[in-house]
């Protein structure tokens, strides 16, 4: 869903975007964070934080084992307005995957007096922004809840949300892996998008990709019966695998009686990204599953979750 390259998942940096899922973004490594000129051990003391108050380089730190990795961390130029964006609004409108706490969507899309009653969805990786912004402005009356660890990215979001009066956005750093199973309450969410994931196009990295049978477990029990999970991808292959796992998942089921893909819903904005791809003849196919009401037992346990 982004205007990035691709999604992170368990992005490449050629396909952030969404990310790419754009979950991805510059800096989640997996080794504690330091307080700043402390040394690691056997290290460089650590720089400042770059945006005093705003997203921290790894908020999970070593708290959570990862055993799926929703991005690829990558590393760009942030612009001044980027910058100021970050300094200014994530403390009213970030929030740092940390895993330890469970999140009060309702206190979080509050307005600070009174909790809100919108319908939450999670977007996982959202590249520049552009795109969730654009659904944001078309649907105020549904919460976004958009993760991604690019932190351009980030202070991009903030901003255009800024600018456009987007009260109802929240962006989230880190892996949203550690929110879906740390810090999201069952059957808390309304929806869940994963658009133009990182392909992983070579086939010794397809366990890299997002769109695996565990990760549908894991995100399983926080979507309400009913909620729509909706992907999209411009590489037909991992289109073909998506179809493939999330038919065979008996947590989801297809919209599309004829149990294939689905047309682009209008709500979902035609991204740059996107439009290059297709100039270039690719072909975008969108895949909407719905949450099953009676889910089997035990479909919501994540313990045989494989190592990546």
């Known amino acids: 869903m ?4 691709h999604t992170p998942e368990a992005p490449s940096p050629s396909e952030a975007g969404a990310s790419p899922a754009d979950v991805s973004s510059a800096g989640a490594s997996s080794a504690g964070a330091s307080p700043a000129g402390v040394s690691r051990p056997g290290g460089r003391p650590q720089a400042p934080p770059r945006f005093p108050g705003g997203p921290s380089p790894d908020p999970a730190g070593s708290h959570h084992e990862r055993r799926i990795r929703s991005f690829q961390p990558r590393r760009s130029r942030v612009t001044t307005s980027q910058g100021d964006a970050l300094r200014r609004l994530w403390p009213q409108w970030g929030l740092d995957i940390d895993g330890m706490r469970t999140l009060d969507l309702a206190e979080l899309f509050g307005d600070g007096e009174k909790p809100s009653d919108k319908p939450v969805v999670l977007e996982i990786g959202f590249g520049m922004g552009e795109a969730t912004a654009q659904m944001a402005a078309a649907d105020p009356d549904t919460g976004i ?14 901003g255009l949300a800024e600018r456009g009066g987007l009260s109802n956005v929240r962006v989230a750093n880190g892996d949203a892996i550690i929110l879906l199973r740390e810090m999201l ?5 309304d929806g869940l ?20 049978p565990e990760f549908l477990t894991l995100a399983a029990p926080s979507l309400k019966p009913g909620a729509i999970l909706h992907c999209a991808t411009d590489w037909e292959p991992y289109a073909e695998q998506m179809l493939e796992v999330l038919t065979a998942h008996p947590d989801f089921e297809n ?31 969108d895949l909407l599953f719905r949450r099953t009401a009676h889910p089997p037992s035990g479909s919501g346990s994540t313990e045989s979750a494989p190592e990546n």
């Open 2 to 5: 982004s205007d990035s390259p």
């Open 145 to 158: 809840l958009a993760v991604d660890v690019h932190t351009p990215g980030q202070g991009n979001l903030l």
């Open 185 to 189: 309450a069952p059957a808390s969410l």
């Open 193 to 212: 998008r994963v658009y133009f994931p990182d392909p992983w196009p070579k086939a010794r990295h397809h366990k890299r990709r997002l769109i695996q």
């Open 255 to 285: 919209t599309r009686e004829d149990g294939g893909y689905a047309p682009r819903p209008e709500f979902r904005p035609l991204t740059r990204f996107e439009g290059q791809g297709l100039g270039k003849g690719h072909v975008v196919h």
